[in-house]
């Protein structure tokens, strides 16, 4: 075999950085779970030891975990003092569970991912399935912090307010609302915050999430005007809903058709479909970039898969696009579909009968 032992080099040293990116994230949900960025925000300098006092924690353990996050570059070394700061910018990102840029949900959903793996063997072997339902408990509750900064930075300020005539109704008369795939229920309490007037209701097929869902809408103070309850995007209850929302699902499911046949069934005449997805252009090679690797390892290992557990297994996957998308829904009877706004990372699109 002959080979370039330049290139061969090259990628050798690109692939040491990949090593550190993968060994660095358990280290980021220790220093998450055991409150270490906290304890560092807006300290200042630091020592070791102090931060093991501060936090209740063994001293040497979080020595050698700072030597980590320094050599990563998430904190600032100073080696006359032997002192360790967290920058600011850098706290925004580890420490602020409401800054938009909060990274250690991610990582909880790595945990996750990893577990998966005898299952995902399998399923490549097989073509069978692995259920949203089968996967640790952590990729529920990395899902919920990794998606909560993005939806409380652009879905009250900037998604709805794109979408035609919706946020009157909203804010002035009132609305029925369904979020459906709602998880941990963060869109559902959100809007229900934003919206006083509205009731909403959640859906999700997976049973501990909506439990978990009614307990954080209780501590938001907003458990009277919001329920949940356990059901499948194609058997929701209800009808004449002013608004459904889809946030981050609809890629997910076998049958996405049959779920926008039942969407278009349960919502008023002039009602709105919103469906947030994540970005991605419609044809592959446009999405061989950062934000495309994200999301196609994420799809590898959960959301397609997820899909081919279920009933259609249409498997679009995370970087469906708006093509594929608008196929979709218009096949489910929708004959007015559109992109209404973007971020970096989701596309917003309305849809209407």
């Not at 030891?49 to 001293?59: D, V």
Request: proline share 4%.
């Amino acid at each position: 075999m002959r080979y370039d032992e330049q290139r061969v080099q090259d990628f050798m040293a690109r692939m040491v950085g990949e090593f550190g990116a993968v060994a660095s994230a358990p280290l980021i949900a220790l220093g998450d779970r055991l409150g270490l960025y906290k304890a560092m925000a807006e300290q200042g300098w630091m020592t070791s030891a102090q931060l093991a006092e501060r936090t209740g924690l063994a001293e040497r353990y979080v020595r050698e975990w700072l030597a980590a996050q320094a050599a990563s570059g998430f904190v600032s070394y100073d080696a006359p003092t032997a002192r360790y700061q967290l920058e600011n910018e850098m706290a925004m990102c580890f420490a602020d569970e409401t800054s938009p840029t909060f990274v250690p949900g991610f990582c909880d959903c790595a945990e996750a991912l990893f577990r998966a793996l005898p299952k995902l063997e399998a399923a490549f072997r097989t073509g069978l399935g692995v259920g949203w339902h089968q996967h640790h408990e952590s990729l529920f509750r990395g899902t919920e912090r990794f998606f909560r900064p993005g939806y409380a930075a652009h879905l009250i300020s900037e998604w709805i307010p794109a979408l035609d005539g919706v946020e009157s109704i909203l804010k002035d008369r009132g609305a029925r609302v369904a979020d459906v795939g709602c998880g941990h229920g963060t869109s559902t309490v959100l809007m229900a915050q934003a919206y006083p007037h509205a009731t909403f209701v959640g859906f999700d097929y997976h049973e501990p999430s909506v439990q978990r869902a009614r307990e954080l809408a209780d501590e938001a103070g907003v458990g009277d005007r919001v329920t949940f309850e356990v059901a499948s995007a194609q058997q929701y209850p209800g009808a004449d809903y002013d608004l459904v929302t889809f946030f981050d699902c609809l890629h997910d499911m076998g049958d996405p058709t049959g779920a926008a046949v039942h969407v278009l069934r349960s919502l008023k005449a002039n009602g709105t479909w919103m469906i947030v997805e994540p970005f991605a252009h419609d044809r592959l090679e446009d999405n061989l970039n950062p934000v495309g690797r994200v999301f196609y390892s994420a799809s590898t290992m959960v959301c397609t898969p997820a899909s081919l557990s279920q009933e259609g297994r249409k498997a679009l996957g995370a970087q469906a696009g708006e093509a594929r998308l608008r196929e979709v829904v218009t096949a489910g009877g929708f004959t007015r579909f559109r992109r209404a706004t973007q971020t970096p990372f989701n596309l917003v699109f309305q849809a209407q009968a």
